[in-house]
């Protein structure tokens, strides 16, 4: 048996191979405080769960169009019109089983050897496994601790070239939590003008999620780049529904038909009932988002003032999603020494930096969206294991 080489070329997410370790772990009894998962411990709004039951009690049984029913895109078309004022017709949004499929579609519409695709390091792991299964040149910008994390764009748009098929942008950003505000969006996206060749994956799945008052200025609000512009974006987080599988992509007109064939070859649709419940959400109430943000907001100054009291470590404060990512070097460890001392003895799981980039070598991610009592233990357990 002989497989195609670009399925040798795939990565994976460690987050996974923890996941099933802490799972073992937890098997043979013992006790493991999980940081690792990039999901909240918030359950789906009780209106989502009642939408999607009775959508299948009301025998919504069938496929729906591959791109999504008329109903859930135009629900996610008046959404993007309350929260961003911005015009985006029903016919250019793809409703997907997840975020993730719309990174995997946009990034092999472009992939190629080649082509060059530029994306950020530290960034979610799959830009990259991505791009090396297209054959397509991985071009990383780095995303450093001294400049908060932010994304610059001098540094962005002297990587194109010629080659260049391709920009993937995450804000904010996972893992490092960091939130790039609209004055340096707004010299990327003008910059970004004078490459009309490049097309833009802008990932703003944590759009919703951003601390301190702020908005995100996401890419919707410029309107010269929709001709090249794919926003991804979906339930998962903002709704806490990442087990749903539902995502949404906002796609440039003329690439319409190739991604409705990719659906079409792929998935046929996303799950109906489903389809029922991700309207209820986003037509319906939001107290159950604001409580989260208010509790991931007390979570967060836990989590990053305990961070910083451990002997070794520093940490800058995240701006938007449930991530810190803390600079352990002091510890006298690299990032997947101490993970896996605070996985065998905290008992404790976090993700190293390592699974989201070369340059994180030094770094750890930890997710803030457990309960305050669950952080509190975690930090206690890796103060006695650094003492
Ligand atoms: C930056 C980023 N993009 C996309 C995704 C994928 O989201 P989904 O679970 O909806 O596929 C994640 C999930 O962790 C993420 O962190």
Known sequence: MKIAKNVERLGTEAVYSIFAKTKKLTQQGKKIIDLSLGQSNFKSP??????????????????????????????????????????????RIIIMPGGKPTMHYAISFFGEPGAE?????????????????????????????????????????SLINEKTRLLILNNPNNPTGSFTGKDIIDKLADGLKKFPQVAILCDEIYDRLIFDKKEIPTFLNYPDLYDRLIILNGWSKTYAMTGWRLGWGVWPEKLIEH??????????????????GAIAAL??????????????????????????????IECSMPGGS?????????TGMNGEEFTNRCLQEAGVAVIPGTAFGKFATNYVRFNFATSQKNISNA????HNMLS
Do not use: W
């Not at 009775?54 to 049984?61: I, Q, R, T, V």
């Not at 930090?379 to 890796?382: N, T």
């Open 46 to 91: 009780k209106h989502v769960v009642d939408a999607t039951i009775k959508a299948l009690k009301d025998g919504h049984h069938g496929y729906t169009l591959p791109n999504g029913t008329i109903e859930c895109r135009e629900a996610v078309s008046r959404k993007i019109k309350s929260l961003y004022k911005a015009n985006i017709e029903p016919e």
């Open 117 to 157: 695709i530029i994306y950020p390091d530290p960034g979610f792991p799959i830009y990259e496994s991505m791009i090396h299964y297209t054959g397509a040149k991985a071009v990383s910008f780095n995303l450093v601790e001294n400049k908060d994390f932010l994304i610059n764009p001098d540094k962005i748009l």
């Open 259 to 276: 991604v409705f064939k990719f659906c079409v070859n792929n998935h046929s649709c996303v799950n109906t009932a489903a389809q029922y």
């Open 283 to 312: 037509d319906g109430p939001e107290n159950e988002l604001n409580n989260m943000i208010k509790e991931f907001t007390i979570r967060r100054k836990l989590l990053v003032d305990g961070l910083r009291n451990l002997k070794g």
């Open 322 to 330: 449930f991530f810190a990512f803390p600079n352990i070097k002091g």
């Open 379 to 382: 930090l206690e357990k890796i």
